[in-house]
């Protein structure tokens, strides 16, 4: 015992010494500490098999998605879109028109100004005694309308309507409703003895002023607000994914360690803030890896769409870069910190209630809560999308779990006032700080607890407790 | 100086598991920490280590309340494994030593050190779950000890090795006690605490039992062993009429008796030559922990059936 009095007797002095000063070097450590962590649960990650299938997966899908639209285009190019339409006139006289007449008539109303290939419908006329024969043919495919006038017994033109395409697939039938109703308009008025100046007066519309006396939209260009809806939609999916997704990993990597029995080295070693904090961000590094990366490859395949429909379609092409640009940087800005606190809130309340869970198979059923609260926001942003300055869905965007979803939609689509992006900013770092304080105290008892499952009341004395 | 547990007591919800315990570990010393299972061995370590909080009663280390301790000062070896199955050895050990405070290259240093002593060097960029049981032990130990503690709390550290593995362990508790370490192990394998110990604690259902150095609790226990072998009278059973004489076992070999302190044992040798016996054997020697902690432990976990306990 003797001789070895002075190697043990120097190293107390040490320990002392390393007491009086770790106060002051406890923020270096805390940085050092985090830096590690944060290191090992990014390569953690990175380095695993799923993680890199999924990863070029999801690229590999993002990239063709991108050629979706030109491939679309390309498919309507080729395919001969006139529609055919034959007239078969057993009405005599229609508003005063014989056959010729009123085929040309038809094809007017029915094409507008388009003609020769550029029109839509092509339309001809047949006597009545080819009717069955075109109705077979109708049947067959071969002809696309026919359009049988005749007269019932009140002299009413009688329309009859027969189309190769089915009930649920027909984009005809309200166009030549329409017509088929200007028809019986003009015929009636004829049959009356009305002169075509009378018939004028009595087919003009209505004189209706409307009056918004509300502000609108009209400051922001059609092409912005398609953009806005787009990159809303783009995001707020990008944000729903990243969230369930890395959230629950990081639930079960704090239930992984606390089953491996890491975790008792580990809060030796560590604060539990430090092992929060460094599992989060770490995780949270590489899902910003992986989400950057399907937005970079995205933007790029977005942008090779322009030369190619330029050599497709030439001087046709639309413009995908529009997306790009229509709206201005500080959305993409906000888009950011909003990505990034939907992804801490949720990520401190996951790590917290992944410290609670007793087995890895419990994890599941630990998450369910916010979960619920992840979703419910995700499907607020579909209820609320056409109304986004709606006093409900502003009231909805302060509250912090739902607002990264609800005020992307807003700057996307609606009126924002710079006061409230600080609001909410503020209002979710407040509950992102309360999140941390209650996960780590959940983490610093719960990662020990083994057997004893807590109820709601235990956990609260955890939680406020000493 | 060194750790000194004063009156600590633990609840888990309203069941004691730690009643009044004192003990007191001396710096520099190898420490052994006895008990059966759910002595209560495992949430007193940790309540030294402070993952635990006692509900009353004071841990201090050379006088600073273990709260205050740096982290750094202690190493520690948990019962059931942990480490991540998944990541590299060297990795690994890496980590936890930076994580602790330890310089990159001053961390490098040791590992490779140790990995070579523990002749595990081969597996340094294996993964974890890939190894034998015995060496993911190994690199359990290394997990405690790299970061240059000067305290290790190392829960059951001996279970589940083989005689050769278990010398390499036994080996480093030595090497680490000649470089002034203190070391506190949980082991219910007593002939190793025996071999190592200079002092022990004895806990049964949360309280002190015995301690105090080997020879100490040995002399305490107030009895001696004495074995016999008559080579004509095999079980001599006229030895359980002595007094002060208490037979343990009737084994092949020998009978083995416990007598008390102050019997001269000269009484149970002319005993057996009265009874016409042929010696072939007489020894007398101490107790050892295993009879001693039969004796304390059996007779209060078991106090309807102490009989059954002793003779097992």
């Known amino acids: ?466 | 100086m060194g750790l000194i547990l004063r009156d600590v007591s633990k609840y888990f919800g309203s069941f004691q598991v730690i009643k009044d315990l004192s003990m007191e570990v001396r710096e520099g010393a190898l420490f052994g920490f006895l008990g059966a299972n759910g002595a209560g061995k495992t949430t007193t370590m940790r309540m030294i280590l402070d993952l635990f909080r006692p509900d009353s009663g004071r841990i201090t280390w050379n006088g600073i309340d273990v709260r205050e301790v740096p982290r750094r000062v202690w190493g520690y070896m948990p019962e059931e494994r942990g480490l991540y199955p998944k990541m590299r050895v060297d990795e690994q050990l890496l980590f936890l030593a930076r994580l602790q405070g330890v310089s990159k290259q001053e961390a490098q240093k040791a590992l490779d050190e140790w990995l070579e002593r523990f002749q595990i060097i081969v597996n340094r960029d294996r993964r974890i779950e890939e190894l034998s049981k015995g060496n993911q032990q190994k690199v359990q130990f290394l997990a405690a000890i790299l970061h240059d503690p000067t305290i290790l709390i190392m829960d059951e550290p001996f279970s589940g090795l083989d005689p050769v593995n278990a010398n390499v362990l036994k080996e480093a508790f030595l090497e680490m006690r000649r470089r002034g370490k203190t070391i506190i192990f949980s082991t219910h394998q007593l002939e190793q605490a025996e071999e190592l110990c200079q002092d022990i604690v004895i806990i049964n259902k949360g309280q002190s039992v015995v301690q105090g150095s080997v020879r100490d609790v040995k002399r305490q226990s107030g009895r001696n062993v004495a074995r016999l072998k008559l080579d004509n009278d095999p079980e001599a059973n006229w030895l359980d009429t002595l007094d002060g004489v208490q037979v343990t076992k009737r084994r092949e070999d020998y009978i083995e008796m416990q007598i008390e302190a102050n019997l001269n044992p000269n009484v149970i040798v002319e005993a057996a030559l009265q009874h016409g016996g042929i010696i072939s054997r007489f020894e007398l020697t101490e107790p050892s922990l295993t009879d001693i902690f039969i004796e304390k432990v059996g007779a209060v976990s078991l106090p309807d059936a102490p009989s059954s306990v002793l003779s097992a």
């Open chain 1, 1 to 466: 015992m003797i001789p070895q009095q002075t190697p043990v007797q120097e190293r107390r002095e040490q320990e002392q010494g390393a007491l009086a000063v770790s106060s002051g070097a406890a923020a270096q450590h805390n940085l050092r500490n985090i830096g590690l962590i944060i290191g090992r649960e990014y390569r953690n990650l990175v380095k695993r098999r799923s993680f890199i299938i999924t990863s070029v997966l999801l690229l590999v899908i993002v990239f063709l998605a991108a050629f979706i639209p030109t491939v679309g285009q390309l498919i309507t190019a080729r395919t001969p879109s006139q529609t055919q339409i034959v007239v078969v006139n057993d009405a005599g006289t229609v508003a005063g028109l014989n056959d010729a007449a009123l085929t040309s008539y038809i094809r007017t109303e029915l094409n507008g100004t388009n003609t020769g290939s550029q029109a839509p419908y092509a339309i001809s006329s047949q006597p009545a005694t080819n009717l069955g024969n075109l109705q077979s043919q109708v049947k067959q495919g071969k002809l696309d309308i026919l359009l049988m006038l005749d007269r019932a017994a009140n002299q009413n033109v009688r329309f009859t309507y027969d189309t190769d395409a089915s009930a649920t697939n027909d984009s005809n039938q309200s166009t030549i409703q329409a017509l088929a109703q200007l028809l019986t308009f003009l015929d009636t008025a004829h049959r009356l003895g009305l002169t075509s100046s009378q018939t004028q007066r009595l087919a003009a519309p209505p004189d209706f002023t409307a009056v918004h006396t509300q502000q609108s939209q009209t400051t922001r260009p059609v092409s912005d607000i398609a953009a806005g809806y787009v990159l809303a939609f783009a995001g707020v999916i990008l944000i729903f994914l990243s969230v369930t997704l890395y959230s629950s990993i990081v639930a079960t990597g704090v239930a992984e360690e606390k089953n491996s029995r890491m975790m008792e080295l580990l809060v030796n070693a560590a604060t539990p803030f430090q092992l929060l904090a460094g599992k989060i961000v770490g995780i949270g590094a590489a899902c910003l890896t992986q989400m950057g990366s399907l937005v970079v490859v995205g933007i790029a395949g977005l942008l090779l769409q322009t030369p190619l429909q330029a050599a497709l379609f030439g001087a046709k092409a639309g413009g995908f870069s529009l997306y790009l640009t229509a709206v201005s940087i500080p959305f993409y800005f906000l888009f950011l910190i909003y990505f990034l606190l939907a992804f801490f809130l949720y990520a401190t309340l996951f790590a917290g209630l992944g410290a609670m869970v007793k087995r890895q198979e419990e994890v599941n059923s630990a998450i369910m809560l916010p979960t619920v609260l992840i979703i419910s926001g995700y499907l607020l942003f579909f209820f609320t999308v056409s109304s986004p300055d709606a006093t409900v869905t502003r009231v909805l965007s302060y509250i912090p779990f739902w607002t990264p979803w609800l005020m992307l939609m807003r700057l996307a689509l609606g009126t924002v006032a710079w006061w409230e992006i600080v609001v909410t900013i503020a209002l979710m770092l407040l509950t992102i700080l309360a999140c941390t304080w209650f996960a780590a105290r959940l983490y610093r008892y719960g990662v020990l607890m083994y057997g004893q499952r807590p109820g709601l009341g235990q956990l609260l004395k955890l939680a406020f407790g000493r």
